[in-house]
């Protein structure tokens, strides 16, 4: 379990290791998911290319070619996206290997083992993030291996950092609500217990790293409340979650309130996690830096040809590596990183809604193919859509993960929990 959980983590926060920098962890993972796939094809042993896979390769290549015309169209060099149905495949693969091994640790695959496992994961990386400011050896100690950041803003895990980290916890804690509201209708007081505290954990220290994580904050409490308002027999058990709620924070406030006093780096990055209720308390007023920054990067095109077909660039063309030396680019086209801004700067609104619809596909066949879960997936790709309103990152990823489980060993599961519950 320790492994695999670590293998997750190498799938979901890919890094590059300091004595292998030309390849990610999640690369390595596609590359043995996908002579993995090979065997179990001809083996039979549970691997198939179905006709969803077909459908979304389909789409993801729509996305690709439009990138490429756009690319084409306007003679740039910028060929982010284009192999975007590549990179499908490649998130697929590795995905494909993390299924495979808890198929094979815990007998079937399932959407709750899933779950649990990611949770896990990021609850891992948010310890890890804090212990790297609390515990300077166990930082030199990792350096060995990952190249930590050197920005002191905010806390980064391995892996774990900035907005694409902030998309990935947002999405978990939407899991973690589901399955809370599912099992709080038990006598299971441990299971809720611990959902609940990986809950508080990544909310508190995921804001921390990313304050995106807090459009899964909401999310998930709006969907707590939708489910306490439904006529369903089968809800939430609130008195349950307010009171473990209550117990957990007793114990863990006078711990945040010491270290906000002794230590001023943990207030630093408590005060960046939390800009915007810090600044309501002493000023009246909700004010975030990000936000004021964000609010001029709102650059809409001025061409209608940029409507249309974008520009071809999605990062700026005077910093980008032009001749694939390795030097990182490091600006924005049009200096704007909002997700929706630079997807039609650079493959105009065909391009954009092609992206939105092939999102859309993706839910939906997680959606048709886990009818239990069809409100989880659905609120995960509004969750993607809201992000994009920020930055422009897709949490496809995310979706992966699922795809490769099949409907009938998912059921197969969860029959089997269901007739434990009741003896």
């Known amino acids: 379990m320790v492994l695999i959980t670590i293998l997750t983590s190498f799938y979901f926060f890919p890094f590059k290791f300091t004595f292998l920098p030309v390849i990610n962890t999640k690369n390595i993972m596609a590359g043995i998911g996908l002579c993995l796939w090979g065997i179990q094809l001809a083996y039979k042993q549970g691997a198939k290319i179905n006709r969803d896979f077909l459908q979304l390769t389909l789409w993801a290549g729509a996305v690709s070619l439009l990138c490429f015309l756009a690319v084409v169209i306007n003679d740039t060099n910028d060929y982010t996206y284009v192999t975007y149905v590549l990179s499908m495949w490649i998130w697929v693969s590795a995905a494909n290997l993390v299924v495979s091994l808890i198929k094979k640790l815990h007998k079937q695959a399932s959407v709750e083992l899933v779950v649990n496992y990611l949770a896990v ?10 212990a790297f400011d609390l515990m300077p050896h166990f930082r030199y100690w990792v350096s ?17 950092g ?15 609500v589901f399955q809370m509201a599912k099992i709080s209708i038990s006598n299971s007081i441990r299971n809720v217990g611990l959902y609940l505290s990986a809950f508080i954990v990544i909310s508190v220290i995921g804001n921390m790293i990313s304050r995106t994580t807090t459009v899964g904050v909401v999310l998930g409490i709006m969907y707590l409340l939708y489910a306490k308002m439904q006529s369903s027999e089968v809800k939430p058990n609130f008195r349950k979650i307010f009171s473990l709620l209550i117990g957990i924070l007793f114990l863990v406030i006078p711990l945040i309130v010491f270290e906000y006093q002794m230590n001023p780096l943990f207030q630093q ?12 308390i002493e000023t009246g007023k909700w004010q975030v830096h990000s936000n004021d920054i964000l609010k001029d990067m709102y650059v809409f095109p001025e061409r209608l040809k940029t409507w249309f077909i974008g520009d ?11 001749y694939y030396i390795g030097i990182d680019w490091k ?8 997700g929706y801004l630079r997807f039609i700067f650079y493959f105009g609104i065909f391009g954009l809604l092609a992206f ?11 959606m048709k193919r886990f009818t239990n879960y069809r409100l989880m997936f659905l609120l995960i790709l509004l969750l993607n859509f809201a992000i994009w309103f920020k930055v422009s990152t897709d949490i496809f990823l995310v979706f992966a993960l699922f795809l490769c489980i099949s409907e009938e060993e998912n059921n197969t599961y969860e029959q089997h929990i269901l007739s434990d519950e009741s003896a």
């Open 144 to 160: 060995w291996f990952y190249n930590i950041g050197t920005r002191q803003e905010r806390l980064e895990g391995i892996g774990a």
């Open 162 to 176: 900035l907005d694409v980290a902030g998309s990935r916890f947002a999405a978990v804690l939407i899991m973690i």
């Open 269 to 280: 990055h408590l005060r960046f996690g939390f800009e915007g209720f810090f600044s309501l």
């Open 331 to 338: 600006g924005y086209y049009q200096n704007t990183d909002v």
């Open 121 to 130: 994961v990021c609850v891992a990386q948010c310890l890890i993030a804090l």
């Open 312 to 322: 071809g660039y999605l990062n700026d063309p005077y910093e980008f590596d032009t």
């Open 356 to 366: 939105g619809i092939y999102m859309c596909k993706v839910a939906k066949v997680c």
